[in-house]
């Protein structure tokens, strides 16, 4: 078993940032992609960022310039830096973990809530 447990969340006016981080327990290992999603209600989730294990970032194009995604291999811990954040950022964002074979986890989510 693994748990995978964010942390950063909160409300902030526009233009302001927030950093979300997120911590896979030391019993998942061998992780290939570390990423953020994010949902509001009546909504898919959709991806905001990833990193994969050699370091390579893959970004939303709606947070490309503003968000950056980076990961700490000894703590497996990623965080998600958010700057320049806008009303339409509202959304519960989750933490994603994938093993080497496949495996998924997924955190609890954390609310993010900008305000205009």
């Known amino acids: 078993q693994g748990e995978v447990v964010e942390s950063g969340g909160g409300l902030v006016q526009a233009g302001g940032s927030l950093r979300l981080s997120c911590a896979a327990s030391?019993?998942?290992?061998?992780?290939?992609?570390m990423g953020w999603y994010r949902q509001v209600p009546g909504k898919q989730r959709e991806l905001v960022a990833t990193?994969?294990?050699?370091?390579?970032?893959n970004y939303a194009d709606s947070v490309k310039g503003r968000f950056t995604i980076s990961k700490d291999n000894a703590k497996n811990t990623v965080y998600l830096q958010m700057n320049s954040l806008k009303p339409e950022d509202t959304a519960v964002y989750y933490c994603?973990?994938?093993?080497?074979?496949?495996?998924?986890?997924w955190g609890q989510g954390t609310q993010v809530t900008v305000s205009s």
């Open positions: 030391g019993s998942i290992f061998r992780i290939n992609v």
């Open positions: 990193i994969i294990s050699s370091g390579i970032t």
């Open positions: 994603n973990v994938v093993r080497m074979g496949g495996r998924n986890y």
